[in-house]
């Protein structure tokens, strides 16, 4: 195995550092400084979105930056809260996922993330059932707008969204059912869905063999990868908490043993501190960390 090692920008941005941002160029230095060899986009301002890089020249400029560094693009992670999938017309999801489509084409960005945006709550089954083949129908459409650009749709579940239960995950998946749309395996989501069961709504759905089990489940359907521990624990009882490597419950030795037929094939894993108020220390740590747990797995 010899991946790539990419660093979501969304750290910098999102909780800690929400009220004071880091500029996109800052994250960039410190990636690169980091020992990263990519970074993986956040699609949220003050980061790169359609409306502050709205023509391709002005992306050029943005991809002759981010290569001044010596960085690739592991990904793009865009805005859609204003169009939750599962709730909202067909035709406005769609014409939002094309603006990004143009973005990442114009970028030469090949992978898309997308969540389902609503957090989950208590449905009846009819409710339930509704919202699901809608947000199958949504996603299907947009895996093959993507398949026609040649960009690789991956959905991230996680406890702070709808559709967080192992089973859940594994029947949207097999639901979509296209080469264009895969998942985005998360071992700190993974973690708190399949092992502690975090916000699932009614019966909680624990996995006996935790996140190995949980890839297992989606081994075929596995399109991208995010590595960062987890303590067991919520951030303000809404999503995973990201811990530092080796500080929380996460068995990555055994994990990347046991998926190493998944995993090896993807070019880029990307390191995810989202809400993490000591990201800039320990994003340093990450990369030796992942290259010696590589090591030791062979």
């Known amino acids: 195995m010899n991946p790539k090692i990419s660093f979501g920008s969304w750290a910098f941005t999102f909780g800690p550092f929400s009220n004071d941002p880091w500029s996109f160029s800052r994250v960039l230095k410190y990636v690169s400084e980091a020992g990263y060899q990519g970074i993986e986009i956040n699609g949220f301002a003050p980061h790169?979105?359609?409306?502050?890089?709205?023509?391709?020249?002005?992306?050029?400029?943005?991809?002759?930056?981010?290569?001044?560094?010596?960085?690739?693009?592991?990904?793009?992670?865009?805005?859609?809260?204003?169009?939750?999938p599962a709730l909202a017309e067909q035709s406005d999801y769609l014409k939002l996922m094309e603006s990004y489509m143009v973005f990442c084409g114009d970028l030469g960005i090949s992978t898309l993330?997308?969540?389902?945006?609503?957090?989950?709550?208590?449905?009846?089954?009819?409710?339930?059932?509704?919202?699901?083949?809608r947000l199958v129908?949504?996603?299907?459409?947009?895996?093959?707008?993507?398949?026609?650009?040649?960009?690789?749709?991956?959905?991230?579940?996680?406890?702070?969204?709808?559709?967080?239960?192992?089973?859940?995950?594994?029947r949207l998946m097999d639901s979509v059912d296209h080469p264009a749309f895969k998942v985005l395996f998360d071992t700190s989501h993974a973690y708190m869905s399949g092992v502690i069961g975090a916000r699932h709504i009614g019966e909680?759905?624990?996995?006996?063999?935790?996140?190995?089990?949980?890839?297992?489940?989606?081994?075929?359907?596995?399109?991208?990868?995010?590595?960062?521990?987890?303590?067991g624990t919520l951030h303000d009882d809404e999503t995973s908490?990201?811990?530092?490597?080796?500080?929380?419950?996460?068995?990555?030795?055994?994990?990347?043993?046991?998926?190493?037929?998944?995993?090896?094939?993807?070019?880029?894993?990307c390191v995810d501190f989202c809400f993490n108020a000591?990201?800039?220390?320990?994003?340093k740590a990450a990369v030796p960390y992942i290259r010696e747990r590589i090591k030791e797995v062979g």
């Open 204 to 231: 909680r759905e624990i996995l006996p063999g935790g996140i190995v089990e949980y890839a297992k489940l989606l081994e075929r359907h596995i399109g991208h990868f995010h590595l960062i521990d987890s303590d």
């Open 137 to 170: 129908s949504t996603w299907r459409a947009s895996a093959q707008m993507a398949a026609a650009v040649g960009i690789k749709i991956v959905w991230e579940f996680e406890p702070g969204f709808w559709l967080n239960k192992p089973s859940e995950v594994k």
């Open 48 to 84: 790169p979105t359609p409306e502050s890089h709205p023509t391709a020249l002005h992306r050029k400029e943005l991809m002759k930056e981010i290569e001044s560094y010596g960085l690739g693009v592991s990904g793009y992670a865009p805005d859609f809260t204003a169009v939750p």
């Open 241 to 269: 908490t990201h811990a530092a490597f080796g500080a929380g419950y996460v068995d990555f030795n055994a994990f990347l043993t046991e998926l190493k037929p998944v995993v090896s094939k993807l070019d880029w894993w």
């Open 278 to 283: 000591e990201t800039e220390e320990w994003g």
């Open 113 to 133: 993330r997308v969540d389902t945006v609503s957090a989950p709550e208590l449905l009846d089954e009819r409710e339930y059932e509704e919202r699901f083949d």
